[in-house]
């Protein structure tokens, strides 16, 4: 099972519309939680962290579902310029150091 | 602020060259630093972190080195390039191990050919 699971997508939606994307990891001790966002050719850049109780910051809202392994990012009122590739990163503490592991990402296309 | 750079931006390389990428950071000082590749459809992959001058480890066993010859800057590099080499390098920083959040340079697009 790869570390951490996302669809690829891609998503495709009109403006305005509300999207949900949705990733799993595998390790249990896991201690961070990202969503970054990657425009087409450019580096990742970091959206926002995933917190237990739930964190919002605009039209985002991240969730976390430790039980479940299982982390979530919504999306409102969608804007031509959320179209990006949306990175889920896990981060685990011990081994590497505490590195980042990345998910494949998932594409959201915005459409007028 | 902090800044990072990499460079160069693009490269076209014939296989079996060699290769010498690199990746500094302004307004910190001992930085934990990254070198990761994001191949054609894939993720991002950890090649090399490093926490301090001369002190690598390496994530994946690949015909790739690197080194850290000053505490801001970190070079990817290779004495023969494969094909499979081809691929979006990303140098990243952050200001220590637990510091979680991991800043990204602009990377550089290497096409082996």
């Known amino acids: 099972r790869k570390e951490v699971e996302q669809d690829p997508g891609p998503f495709n939606v009109p403006e305005g519309a509300t999207v949900a994307f949705n990733c799993t990891y595998s390790?249990?001790?896991?201690?961070?939680f990202f969503w970054y966002r990657q425009d087409c050719r450019k580096e990742p850049k970091l959206l926002m962290s995933?917190?237990?109780s739930g964190n919002e910051d605009g039209r985002f809202t991240a969730q976390l579902n430790r039980a479940s392994q299982y982390i979530s990012l919504l999306i409102r009122d969608s804007k031509l310029s959320d179209s990006a590739t949306y990175l889920c990163v896990v981060m685990n503490y011990g081994g590497s150091q505490g590195n980042l592991i990345f998910g494949k990402g998932t594409k959201l296309s915005v459409k007028p | 602020s902090q800044t990072i750079h990499q460079w160069p931006a693009t490269l076209v390389q014939p296989v079996g060259s060699p290769l010498s990428l690199e990746c500094t950071v302004e307004g910190t000082s001992n930085p934990n630093l990254y070198w990761y590749r994001q191949a054609a459809g894939r993720g991002l992959q950890l090649l090399f972190y490093s926490v301090g001058i001369g002190q690598i480890s390496s994530e994946v066993p690949q015909n790739l080195s690197a080194s850290r010859p000053q505490d801001r800057q970190f070079i990817l590099s290779s004495k023969k390039l494969l094909l499979s080499d081809s691929g979006f390098y990303l140098c990243?920083?952050?200001?220590?191990?637990?510091?979680?959040?991991?800043?990204f340079g602009p990377g550089t697009r290497l096409l082996v050919l």
């Open positions: 990243a920083w952050r200001t220590g191990v637990y510091q979680e959040t991991q800043y």
């Open positions: 390790n249990s001790a896991s201690q961070s």
């Open positions: 995933v917190y237990s």
